[in-house]
Structure formats: C-alpha cells, structure tokens
C-alpha cells in the first residue's frame, strides 16, 4: 500500500477514484521516458513519483529510457561526430562505448530514483543482460544500429512477478556478440507488444500530435491508426516526432489496446491519465476500436 506521504499527495485522486485505481491492479503499463523530462529536475521527479505510486497501488510499470540528448552532450565534450541518418544516430566503435557509459549512468539514476520514491526497481541494459537480441540494419549505412528481434519475456515476467520495476536501456546484443545502438521508441514499442502491456505511454517534452506543428491548438486528442497513417504519407509529422508516431502505430498494430504522448510539463499527467481522470496529450487507438465503441 502507499505510505502516508504518498496517500497526502493523491488522496485527491485516491478519494475520488479508488475504484479505478482497483481496477487497475495487475494491469502492465510499459512508460517511454525520454526528452527533457530525463534532464530537468523539476519534471524528473513528479514523473519518477508517479510511476513508483502506480507500482505500489498494484500496477505492474516497464520503463524504458533513451538519453540521446545527454549522448550528444558527451560526445560534444569529446569532440566526436555527431551524424544522424533517417532519424536514426550514426553509430561507430566509440559512439557504441559512449552510449553503454551515458545510457548506463541514466539507468542507475532512475533505478536510484524510484527506489528512493519506496519502490522496488531493477536496472536491466539490454546489451550486458541479453534482454534485447537485435540484428544489425545496415552497417555501411548507419554502422552499429539495430532493430529489435526478440525480447526476454520471460525474464521480465519474474521481474514484475517479484513486485519490481524493470529499467530498460536502448542497447542490444546481435548473435554474434556486438553491441547495437537501437532507437529508444523501438525498443519501447518492441517490449509493450512482447509484455501484452495494457497500456504504453510515452513521456516527453512535447504536447502530442499537433496537425499544425506552430500551434499548439491543433493537438489531436484522440486519433486512430488510419488518420495517422494519413498523416505521416502527407508529412504533417515530421522531424523528430516521425519515429516515436511510427512506434506509437506499431504498438496498437501488435495488439497494444491504447497508446498514449504525454508532456511531462503537466503535473500529474502520468497518473490522471492512466486512470482517465484527465486526458492530456494525445491518445492513440486502431480505427476498429473506435468503430465497435459508435455502434
């Protein structure tokens, strides 16, 4: 159960909704955490708050974390190049040592992190405890990047099944032993699909969809599978949303139920979410589903 400063902090949801927070009990809720909310302070801990309250109330979290943004501050400092091809980071033998050493750091912390939040986290690098088997893409392409083959399901399982958060970083291992670079969303959308998670939500420093990336009042809502396929084909989204999109589709394509882009600049957006409370972001579903819920 919560300890007592937690119940002060939610006893305004706890209150109101505790039937939700019963129904959730059991259900496998895999988080993104990427973008700024990995480097400020001020958006770190309520996000790290939330997730450790939702594990203690009864649902089982996945977390997996990027840290593109603190991999090229170091190879800045170090004066290596910083390439980037299709969305997707240039990765040679010393991008591949930077990564293992800045991705390692940012696991140890959020694993530090919630445990000081009362929760029980286990850090899990994807490349040193052969939670992600990968295949290289194209090496004269993108060097050493890779795309997800398979996921160590069972692993994960015992984990939760133990009552602890599993902390994933964006690394793998191909058959041959060499480490592969793999985009964070990839492995995030690979791992909810292979979990059966419930839920999959992307915490980041964006608001969601926008139909017009200059104004933020032309945030989709609520969008299905096909509106977004639309999207993409007319390059309505763009840059760095393309890939996180494109995983988002490939979830709800491999029978994740809903996915949702939540900015972690609001207060509380992961837990209100989760619950329905309040709808912030956007939230994305398959066409069919919308369609079975207007008969």
């Known amino acids: 159960m919560p300890d007592i400063s937690e119940l002060v902090l939610y006893s305004d949801l706890l209150s109101l909704n505790s039937s939700k927070f019963t129904q959730l009990t059991g259900k496998i809720i895999v988080i993104k955490y990427g973008g700024a909310a ?153 791992v909810s699909s292979a979990v059966c998670a419930d839920k999959f939500m992307f915490i980041t420093d964006v608001e969601g969809i926008l139909q017009d990336p200059s104004d933020p009042s032309s945030l989709l809502s609520t969008v299905d599978d096909e509106k977004i396929e639309n999207l993409l084909a007319e390059h309505i989204i763009s840059r760095g949303m393309v890939r996180k999109v494109k995983a988002c589709l490939e979830a709800i394509r491999n029978n994740v139920p809903v996915v949702h882009i939540l900015s972690a600049r609001q207060p509380r957006a992961l837990t209100t979410e989760v619950i329905g409370e309040t709808h912030y972001g956007t939230k994305l579903v398959r066409k069919e589903i919308v369609d079975s819920a207007k008969k």
């Open 38 to 190: 990995l480097e400020r302070r001020e958006l770190k801990e309520p996000i790290i708050r939330d997730i450790a309250f939702l594990r203690r109330v009864g649902v089982f979290v996945v977390v997996v974390h990027g840290g593109s943004r603190q991999l090229d501050k170091r190879m800045k400092e170090k004066a290596l190049q910083i390439r980037s091809i299709d969305g997707l980071r240039y990765t040679c033998d010393k991008t591949i040592e930077e990564a293992r050493i800045v991705f390692g750091e940012i696991n140890t912390e959020i694993v530090r992190l919630l445990r000081d939040m009362g929760a029980d986290a286990i850090g899990l690098r994807g490349e040193e405890d052969g939670m992600i088997s990968a295949e290289l893409k194209s090496f004269e392409t993108y060097g050493y990047v890779g795309d997800v083959k398979k996921v160590d399901v069972e692993r994960l399982r015992s984990v939760m099944e133990q009552g602890k958060i599993p902390v994933i970083s964006a690394l793998g291992r191909a058959n041959d032993g060499q480490i592969l670079n793999i985009n964070a969303d990839d492995v995030a959308c690979a």
